[in-house]
């Protein structure tokens, strides 16, 4: 596997943008039931209570994304890989902005304490 470019200081800040525009969090991971009581993996605005509250014992506002909703199956990932997904997306909401501001905080770092290439020379 390659390594991957560096962010432009633009991809960060699209990057910073996205995140801002989101819901707010912190985001958790829920398992829910759907109508016929089958699984549903959600990522959703306050914590799972452990209960698998079966729709419509659930506010719908609450949630931010789904990765597993069976009937009707319109949301499922081939890999089944639901609740995965679900804590990845969960930790990126609070973690991307960290990882932005992380980011500026080193190149601004290396910014005032590399020596500039003029100065090498004499």
């Known amino acids: 596997m390659s390594t991957p470019e560096p962010l432009s200081d633009e991809e960060l800040d699209e990057l910073d943008e996205l995140a801002t525009a989101a819901t707010p969090g912190p985001w958790f991971v829920r398992t829910l039931d759907d109508t016929d009581a089958m699984n549903l993996v959600a990522v959703s605005t306050v914590p799972d209570t452990g209960l698998a509250e079966r729709w419509p014992s659930f506010d719908h506002r609450e949630i931010v994304a789904a990765t597993l909703v069976q009937q009707p199956r319109y949301v499922d990932s081939a ?28 190149r601004q770092q290396l910014e005032t304490t590399a020596p500039k290439n003029d100065q090498e020379t004499h």
């Open 79 to 106: 890999d089944e890989r639901w609740d995965e997904n679900a804590h990845f997306i969960a930790a990126a909401r609070d973690n991307i902005p960290r990882l932005i501001a992380d980011i500026r905080r080193l």
